[in-house]
């Protein structure tokens, strides 16, 4: 536990991300997106990260978003690390430019970023079986903990 405190007092002191307060439009937004399908996967203090699978032209992706009260920004792209005890999977983004739509009106930035997967990778989300996520853009990172049911 004293590695996941070092951790957390540096992202604080991080100028890279903002805390996120946590407010009743927080809930508003995660039901918007729970109406497309999309769910709660983890969440940090910076931030919630919401992911699904998803098929496209073909293709397997993972949707993710990202809402936090820091606007990304990236010509380089991300790097998502999902992780337990014994596993470690590692995905780059499908494309290098990265843009968040930030909302005035809530003081909350929305990523949205897909990451190509395959059919034996996909299989991993139907169940919870990591624990914790790190994101990393323009050398910040923000460790999430995954939300079990």
Do not use: C, H, P, W
Not at 82 to 95: G, Y
Request: proline share 0%; no cysteine; glycine share 6%.
């Amino acid at each position: 536990m004293g590695f996941f405190k070092k951790i957390d007092k540096v992202f604080k002191s991080s100028e890279g991300f903002n805390l996120m307060e946590r407010t009743d439009v927080d809930l508003q937004i995660e039901e918007n997106i729970k109406t497309v399908g999309i769910d709660k996967f983890a969440t940090s203090k910076y931030g919630d990260l919401y992911l699904r699978v998803n098929e496209l032209g073909g293709f397997l992706i993972l949707e993710t978003i990202i809402v936090s009260a820091t606007d990304l920004k990236s010509k380089k792209g991300s790097l998502l690390t999902f992780s337990n005890e014994n596993e470690v999977f590692k995905l780059a983004s499908d494309e290098n430019k990265i843009e968040s739509d930030f909302s005035n009106a809530v003081k909350k930035s929305v990523t949205k970023i897909d990451y190509n997967i395959t059919a034996e990778e996909a299989e991993s989300f139907k169940e919870y079986i990591y624990n914790e996520v790190r994101f990393e853009i323009n050398g910040n990172e923000i460790l999430f903990s995954v939300i079990t049911l």
